[in-house]
């Protein structure tokens, strides 16, 4: 089966640095997308990677490591208004996305 | 703007009832879909729509239905078939390609009498 997995929630302080992971087993690969999810509103789109490395955007940057399954996301000085999910996404071998459950991030003072 | 609005917000449904929930989008996207997301739960596809007049069954499309009969509207039905409809509803549209995301409205919540 089709799996993807991020850990449930995180907590961070305002000003650091945090790391989330994302490990996948899909049927293909057609590209990872991140998306950020604030509570009962729409996910958005953050980033998109395909190739082997790290995109950076900002204050967040993604990886990829297709021969491990493995993505992560990394925010940096970290603002209170980044509390939110966390979502991570695998297009497959049919260009469906199969979504994992969200990483909800806690950002304290 | 460019957006996708979703129609209505909330939305409550009595038992044995069929609802409709609205989905329009000015971006001229060709590809629109439905998700359903629950608490803990990755979203999972209900139907999705590459072409006008075309649409495909996702992995949970039972007790739902789908129209497009045009570009810019994809409105979803929960039927009554539907035995346990209570989520947060998310239409989203795209353009071609594999490398372009998918753009979400705000969602509808539907919850049951």
């Known amino acids: 089966g089709q799996n993807i997995d991020q850990p449930t929630e995180m907590t961070a302080t305002e000003g650091a640095i945090v790391q989330i992971n994302c490990t996948y087993q899909?049927?293909?690969?057609?590209?990872l997308f991140w998306y950020q999810q604030h509570a009962g509103e729409a996910p958005t789109f953050l980033s998109y990677?395909?190739l082997d490395g790290l995109e950076e955007k900002g204050r967040f940057s993604s990886f990829l490591s297709r021969s491990k399954g493995y993505s992560y996301l990394l925010l940096k000085e970290l603002q209170m208004k980044d509390s939110a999910s966390y979502l991570c996404?695998?297009?497959?071998?049919?260009?469906?996305?199969?979504w994992g459950a969200g990483t909800k991030l806690i950002i304290k003072p | 703007d460019g957006g996708i609005t979703q129609s209505p917000k909330y939305l409550f449904r009595k038992e044995g009832q069929n609802v409709t929930l609205s989905c329009e989008q000015n971006?001229?996207?060709?590809?629109m879909y439905w998700y359903r997301q629950d608490p803990g739960q990755g979203l999972r596809l209900i139907y999705y729509?590459?072409?006008?007049?075309?649409?495909q069954k996702g992995d949970i499309a039972e007790g739902y239905s789908v129209s497009r009969e045009k570009k810019e509207s994809f409105p979803l039905t929960v039927t009554s078939a539907q035995k346990n409809p209570t989520a947060f509803y998310l239409c989203?549209?795209?353009?071609?390609?594999?490398?372009?995301?998918?753009?979400f409205g705000d969602g509808t919540r539907l919850s049951i009498l």
């Open positions: 989203a549209s795209s353009s071609q390609g594999e490398s372009q995301p998918q753009h």
């Open positions: 996404a695998v297009m497959d071998s049919n260009y469906q996305l199969i």
């Open positions: 971006l001229n996207h060709d590809a």
């Open positions: 990677n395909v």
């Open positions: 729509s590459q072409i006008v007049n075309d649409f």
């Open positions: 899909t049927s293909g690969f057609n590209g």
